[in-house]
């Protein structure tokens, strides 16, 4: 079975703090995805890479960074967490030339006070 | 501008009938549907796809239905059971690239025992 699992369910940040969002897949993928979902916006894409050290902002990167150093491993970055960046961050992935059928993990719910 | 809708956020069933979730899209260019599911605490997980050159899919109790000149598709379930609670997000993607994936903002259905 194909494994993405998310170091962090749920982290409480203050205003101001760097925030690391860790994702790991065991499937040799390589794309991988960081999304983030609110309510009543579905999942919007925060940054994509399709191969390490490479990577693609997605449709709201303002704010966040990502860093790809290794094939399995995709870290999402808050350099200085805010309060609009509360919400529930989704990594997935996929192998490449795949048309959209993603393996997410499981989620990691930030709060910054 | 929300490319892909869903403009129910949620749904109510007794279980035993038919659920039908609706999606409807405004970008032409896209050429690959899919529908997740997500129960509360755990990441989306794939459930159906439709290449836009077919109208209709099926597995199993799920079947997915697009209507290209309305740039609409649905999700039936039948029949419904209980453990089919949980959030459904349409996506839509094209250029056969899960980097242009677009997600709708999600369904809640809920089934009745």
């Known amino acids: 079975d194909v494994k993405v699992t998310q170091s962090s369910r749920y982290l409480v940040k203050r205003t101001g703090e760097k925030v690391f969002l860790e994702c790991v897949q065991d499937?040799?993928?390589?794309?991988m995805f960081w999304y983030r979902q609110d309510p009543g916006l579905g999942l919007r894409l925060i940054y994509f890479?399709?191969?390490?050290?490479?990577?693609e902002k997605g449709d709201i990167p303002e704010g966040y960074s990502v860093s790809r150093e290794k094939k399995e491993r995709f870290s999402l970055i808050l350099e200085s967490a805010s309060t609009n960046q509360t919400s529930m961050y989704l990594c997935?992935?996929?192998?490449?030339?795949?048309?959209?059928?993603?393996?997410f993990g499981e989620g990691s719910r930030l709060t910054v006070l | 501008d929300q490319q892909v809708k869903q403009n129910s956020p949620s749904l109510s069933v007794q279980e035993g009938r038919i659920s039908i979730l609706n999606c409807d899209y405004t970008?032409?260019?896209?050429?690959?549907f899919l529908w997740y599911k997500k129960y509360p605490a755990e990441g989306p997980t794939f459930l159906i796809s439709?290449?836009?050159?077919?109208d209709k899919n099926e597995d199993g109790r799920f079947t997915v239905f697009l209507n290209k000149s309305a740039k609409h598709l649905s999700l039936h379930i039948v029949p419904s059971q209980p453990g089919d609670s949980a959030v459904y997000f349409c996506?839509?993607?094209?250029?056969?690239?899960?980097?242009?994936?677009?997600f709708g903002s999600g369904t809640q259905l809920t089934v009745l025992p």
């Open positions: 970008n032409s260019m896209f050429d690959y």
């Open positions: 996506a839509a993607s094209w250029g056969g690239s899960a980097r242009q994936l677009t």
């Open positions: 890479s399709y191969d390490v050290k490479m990577k």
């Open positions: 997935a992935s996929t192998r490449g030339g795949n048309t959209g059928e993603l393996f």
């Open positions: 439709i290449s836009s050159i077919k």
């Open positions: 499937m040799d993928h390589e794309n």
